[in-house]
């Protein structure tokens, strides 16, 4: 089993659309998770922390559910520019990351 | 404020051949990690770097080997490519080893083909 699972999408939803990704974790210890984008052949870039009261940022928001061991992602009022891969990340040893295979999603005019 | 470099941005190698990668860190950062991702996939870990010392090693053989220097930038070599090492191979530079939340900057990559 994958420390980190994702569904790989693509997820296909037009613009203005509501669309929410989850991610999965094995490792019961794992202490911190973030969200990172990443565009096509391009670097990932944080996109958020997630904490486990849950946080927002303008049009998105992250939970944690360390009880049931995933992470979500919701995104409100999609953008053509929210296109892009997902990227669920954890940091359990402090020095290193721990990416998930990545969600693709394309928003449609 | 300087981000993290990589170069070269694109290489092609042939099966056997030896490759170096190199990334300066972003100003202010000590630390640089080197991750591997293949098409299609999440980056994996390779190995850290901190204090011109290996500092965690994932799931990579030792053909896969690095070294930091004095200014915190780094090299990635591998030996006796294959043709499986063909990958975008990230650079990541931080603010201290084993210290969780801090940001990780990552570079553009260096796209690695072997043929």
């Known amino acids: 089993r994958k420390e980190v699972e994702q569904d790989p999408g693509p997820f296909n939803v037009p613009e203005g659309a509501t669309v929410a990704f989850n991610c999965t974790y094995s490792n019961s210890a794992s202490q911190s998770f973030f969200w990172y984008r990443q565009d096509c052949r391009k670097e990932p870039k944080l996109l958020m922390s997630v904490y486990s009261s849950g946080n927002e940022d303008g049009r998105f928001t992250a939970q944690l559910n360390r009880a049931s061991q995933y992470i979500s992602l919701l995104i409100r009022d999609s953008k053509l520019s929210d296109s892009a891969t997902y990227l669920c990340?954890?940091?359990?040893?402090?020095?290193?990351?721990?990416f998930g295979g990545g969600t693709r999603l394309m928003v449609k005019p | 404020e300087t981000g993290v470099t990589q170069s070269p941005t694109h290489l092609i190698k042939t099966r056997g051949q030896q490759v170096t990668l190199r990334c300066s860190s972003q100003s202010g950062h000590n630390t640089v990690s080197w991750y591997q991702q293949a098409l299609g996939q999440g980056p994996q870990f390779i190995f850290q770097y901190y204090r011109e010392e290996e500092n965690g090693r994932g799931n990579f053989p030792p053909r896969f080997s690095g070294l930091q220097f004095p200014n915190y930038s780094s090299e990635l070599n591998v030996n006796a490519l294959e043709l499986d090492d063909s990958a975008l191979y990230l650079c990541?530079?931080?603010?201290?080893?084993?210290?969780?939340?801090?940001?990780?900057?990552f570079g553009s990559g260096t796209r690695l083909t072997v043929v």
């Open positions: 990340v954890l940091n359990n040893a402090g020095n290193m990351l721990t």
């Open positions: 990541a530079s931080s603010l201290g080893a084993g210290m969780l939340n801090y940001g990780y900057t």
